[in-house]
């Protein structure tokens, strides 16, 4: 990514913190374990298992939804996907 694109998205998160996303899981509203805060940035990551990386399988293994607190940086993993609070 380049300067300016690292730089433009490092702004509008700033200027849209009021605008964070919020996120919910089985229709329970995700709230940060550590501050309460429930603004997140969200991606996924995959859950590797030895076995599947010894074979090169990495891709079968399943995927995690991840959340960072926009307020502290707590991240927390759910095995479920999770809808996008409008």
């Known amino acids: 990514m380049s300067f300016f694109k ?3 998205k490092g702004l509008k998160g700033a200027i849209s913190a009021a605008n964070a996303d919020r996120y919910q899981i089985n229709q329970v509203q995700i709230k940060c374990v550590h ?3 429930d603004h997140f940035d969200a991606g996924e990551a995959q859950l590797n298992t030895a076995g599947a990386t ?3 399988f990495d ?3 399943r995927s995690a939804s991840v959340f ?3 307020q502290c940086s707590y991240i927390m ?3 479920n996907s999770a809808k996008k609070i409008i």
């Open 6 to 8: 690292t730089l433009r």
């Open 35 to 37: 501050c309460g805060h």
């Open 54 to 56: 010894f074979v090169g």
């Open 59 to 61: 891709w079968a293994n």
């Open 68 to 70: 960072v607190c926009k």
């Open 77 to 79: 993993w759910f095995a």
